[in-house]
């Protein structure tokens, strides 16, 4: 003889049983806590239209830590000011003057990485004498590139 | 700018050059190398005139003048001697 089995009901899980004052899960339940209403919250941001602005300064910034020479360890990332001239991007590190450019940012990361090696290493030359504001280009340098052992 | 204009400037001030991934140029005085600055090789690349002019510590119409032949070598150590990138002769 065939048996019916009445289908168990599905019963939603109480959350205000889950959490109570002796703990998760102890059974023992306790009345929900009215939290005092809160103020309404200021904006976090704020929107800036930039459509139709001149502006001198750079588009924005970047940190550059690709140093594409073995021979030398980056201790810090170097921050470059991108910005765009026609249909160039030119990255340029101002406290020491130094630039590259390229059709895109990846070829202008490309051509500082070049430019910065390359000055390193003239200025770090043997019998190079350098004047006043190569030597402070070079501390400047040596502050965050170094040689590998 | 342009790569000329670039070329022009370097030989007028005598500057030493070097070929690597970049034209670089040197200007040397009195055995002392006391600027520098660079462009992409190839003739129709493009040249930051105010990153060069900055490595150059000139103005743009200083620059004008270095090609355009207004404004002369020795003007041009004077007025790095009085900007203070070269060092007043004793």
Redesign the interface.
Known sequence: MATTIEPTPVIPPSYRGEVTAAGVGSGVLVSPVILPPTPPMEPQFRLFNLVGTESARPEREISFGALQDPSLRLLKPIPLEVSVEGTDVILTWAEVDEFGCGDNTSAAIDDFAQSIRELYHHLHSEGVQLGSDLLRVRGILDQYIVRRG | MNAREFDTVVKKLGMET?D???H?A?LV?N??????T?R?HGKAK?V?ER?IC??L?VDATQFTGLYSCSFSKDEYITHLIAK????KPT
């Open positions: 070097s690597t991934k970049h670089h040197w005085h055995g002392v190398t006391v600027v520098r660079k992409s493009f930051p990153q900055k490595q510590h203070g990138i070269i060092s």
